[in-house]
């Protein structure tokens, strides 16, 4: 999900990626990547978790405990700004904040009220899904925000350029929902029929490279 590889590991990536007979990038920068490193051409598609609606994914996900609460889903770290906003938007919503951590940090943990670790992956569905909007720096947390057809915001120059979201958000016409547009409010209006009829139209593309694939 970033636009820079690490030197370090350019051989390595060489090396392993000259191996496949095809290749498929989540982000339009990957093409150009795989074609610097290897000369192969790459297909760009969606990411895998959005192949499926929400629908779907409801059928395995698991419903919290609480009720009401805006979520606030971090990767790579603390991020200030988020965790301000999400504070104020919870405030004019009346209700809590919940956090849940990517990986356990035991001071980040002990100082945050309402804090979750250790969820399951159809935890992690449920919590998206029942939210009354999600703010997060992941890609991950953005993609299921936009499965759920969750009001949300995402931190796209939290810990590095969130490349993966950012692309995802330009597909389906999003890119104004950063936590960076100060002209932005959580609650303003999403057409969520044109955001699913251009997610459709991008599983189509996905669903045909994976049937190329497999016949090679």
């Known amino acids: ?25 989540r982000e339009k920068s990957g093409i150009k990547q795989v074609k610097d490193l290897t000369g192969k051409d790459a297909e760009c598609n969606i990411d895998p ?18 009720q009401k609460y805006v979520l ?13 906003a999400a504070d104020q938007i919870a405030a004019q919503k009346g209700c809590k904040v919940i956090t849940l951590f990517s990986e356990y940090n035991p001071i ?33 947390g953005t993609a299921f925000s936009i499965i759920f057809h969750k009001q949300f915001l ?12 950012f692309e995802l958000m330009k597909a389906v016409k999003l890119e104004n929902r950063t ?20 997610l459709n139209e991008e599983r189509k593309k996905s669903y045909k490279v994976i049937e190329n694939i497999v016949r090679q």
């Open 154 to 165: 995402s931190e796209i120059n939290a810990w590095s350029k969130n490349n993966r979201s």
């Open 108 to 140: 980040q943990y002990s100082r945050t009220k309402n804090g979750i670790f250790g969820f399951s992956p159809r935890e992690f569905l449920g919590w998206i899904d029942n939210a009354e909007c999600v703010l997060t720096n992941s890609f991950h």
């Open 49 to 66: 978790t959005l192949l499926f609606g929400g629908n779907e994914w409801r059928k395995i996900a698991v419903k919290p405990f609480e």
């Open 72 to 84: 606030l889903y971090e990767v790579g770290g603390i991020s200030q700004k988020l965790r301000s």
């Open 179 to 198: 936590l960076e547009n100060s002209n932005l409010r959580i609650d303003d209006s999403i057409d969520w029929s044109e955001v699913d009829s251009r």
């Open 1 to 25: 999900g970033t636009e820079d590889l690490p030197e370090k590991y350019l051989e390595h990536y060489r090396k392993v990626l000259s191996g496949f007979n095809a290749i498929s990038v």
